[in-house]
């Protein structure tokens, strides 16, 4: 049975990879922006939010392939109410971290799974994370030596890498901290015949 990642994620690819799994990967044509736009004039939470993105992403993707099982995720980041994307440079990684330096924020990653229009699975995970304070040098210094990458990340860090560093306490699954909540998608697929049992 085909598998197919409707995402264009390095990590996510790495974390099914690494589980085992053969898959196609299809980048989704889908505006980001417009959902989340549309999601907060219609008051919805940021919960429902990347559900929704989860959702038009597995959905666009399972119209070109709809024979092929469509995994697709979307996390997004809240601190304070407030709803974070990924930062564009590292001038706004590093004030990113700086606020969020003695706070705790939330990561909520939504899992859509389909095939054709049948929805197999819609999981949403959320993991609570609370930043160690953090001073100006410590940031500059851990830029440094993580580099852009960490522009890849709505949070700007890696918590699998240098990021940990970062952090006083985290709460939650670890691999919906990385962006696919594994587990839920590794039992979707035995239930669908999909990977062994």
């Known amino acids: 049975m ?18 085992g799994l053969e898959f196609a990967v299809i980048r989704p044509d889908v505006d980001e922006s417009a959902v989340k736009r549309a999601g907060q004039a219609a008051g919805k939470t940021v919960e429902a939010v990347a559900a929704d993105l989860a959702g038009a992403k597995a959905a666009a993707v399972a119209a070109r392939e709809p024979a092929a099982i469509v995994i697709a995720a979307d996390q997004m980041m809240e601190c304070g109410g407030l709803w974070f994307d990924k930062p564009a440079d590292l001038a706004e990684a590093r004030a990113r971290l700086l606020d969020l330096g003695g706070r705790t924020h939330r990561l909520i990653t939504a899992v859509d799974i389909r095939q054709g229009e049948t929805l197999l699975c819609r999981h949403t995970g959320i993991a609570s994370l609370t930043m160690r304070p953090l001073d100006e040098g410590f940031v500059d210094s851990y830029l440094d030596k ?4 960490v522009c890849q990340s709505v ?43």
Do not use: C, H, W
Not at 2 to 19: F, W
Not at 146 to 149: E, M
Not at 162 to 171: D, I, K, N, T, Y
């Open 2 to 19: 085909k598998l197919v990642l409707a995402s264009g994620s390095a990590v996510r690819a790495t974390m099914l990879r690494n589980a």
């Open 146 to 149: 993580a580099g852009a990458v």
């Open 155 to 197: 949070g700007a860090y890696q918590l699998e890498g240098l990021g940990a560093q970062l952090f006083a306490s985290v709460e939650g699954d670890f691999f919906t901290i990385l962006g696919l909540p594994l587990l839920t998608v590794l039992e979707t697929l035995r239930q669908a015949g999909a990977i062994r049992a």
